[in-house]
């Protein structure tokens, strides 16, 4: 029987059972002849737990954890790192997501492994689940993994479990060139990703309850392979020798393409290292990362055009323009005003293009824009 359009999914899953006496029949010792409906009874019950444990304990942590992962996006988090003199500092991270288990997908759970959930449909079948939530952090590089492996180590927001501990699907070659110390398996599709059960830490999450949860980490390149593999439904695993060949060749090409990103952006942050500007030279988005260094600023990779497009639209055409804006007493008077008005130390995407500005001012308007700065530089104030 199909489901009718407009059902619950507890309806849907009950007329499944229905139609399958052998599901129902396995869950409590019933015969296929028996009658389901304790069963049924058993698994209305557990919805209704399983929702209510969603409310008063996984969306609170589900919105923790959504906002203090979300500050890793942000490039001004990661200037507390040692960068290249020049090089221009992007945050690590592409994107985070946070999301808590669907009902049906721990009923499912429950039901395909019971010698794991002996109890069944009982609350501490859920409670047990260390995936309730799942969050996952993608990088842009595979050279970043064992940065942000370090910072979710370090941070201090998180307990790691002992029982399940952090563990990496990659090949040993690949383990070894990222000097990650941890136990390593790999997928016949060559997906790459490292695992972590993670719970927050009592100060950063006080709550009765601080469920365990899921963490992976991965690439950008890996997240679409992941997202690929999802879509298919693993039925490849099943299928023909040629489909598991060609999924096995295509995760082998997309560890490849991680590489060559790698060595991309390596490439070009020795060149722009290397590279030398005299006074008279235009602004390009090569130098401009090094004229800002030599004036103690920086900005994201995602910046460079956008505050050379400004500069230029500003008059500001060469080096020399531009030392010429970014004096220290320019620097020292924006970078005051701005820790007043924010609370905080501006970031670079914040305080370069207001200094731009600021450049083009005459001492009157300065004056005057610094008065009123708090809403001046919420026009240049870093997305979140």
Known sequence: MEPN????????MEQAYDDDASITSGL???SPGNEASPTLLALREFVGQYNAYVDRTLAPLENRLRDLLAVWRQPGYWDKLP????????????????????????????????????DGFCNRSFESMTDTVGARVVAYFLSSLPLIDREIRNCGWFDISTDHPPHAYMSNPTREALGIDMECHTKPSGYNSIHYVLRLREEIHPDDARPWFELQLRTLTQDVWAEIEHLLGYKYRTSSPMVQAQSQLVGRLLGTIDEHFDYMAKELSDSRNQGRFDE?????VVNLPLVLASHGLSCSQYDIAGVLKM???????TVHDLSGVLTSENIDRVSNAARVALGRTPAGSELIPALLLFGRMTDAERDSTLAQWAEFVQMFKAAT
Not at 5 to 12: Q, R, T, V, Y
Request: proline share 12%; no cysteine; net charge positive.
């Open 280 to 284: 008279t030279a235009p602004l390009t």
């Open 311 to 317: 500069a230029l639209g500003f008059g500001i055409q």
């Open 28 to 30: 409590n010792g019933n």
């Open 5 to 12: 359009d407009g059902m619950s999914e507890l309806d849907k």
């Open 83 to 118: 960068n290249q003199a020049g090089e221009p500092l992007p945050t690590p991270v592409q994107r985070v997501r946070v999301r808590i288990k669907p009902t049906g997908a721990v009923v499912r759970k429950v039901l395909a492994k019971p010698d794991r959930f002996p």
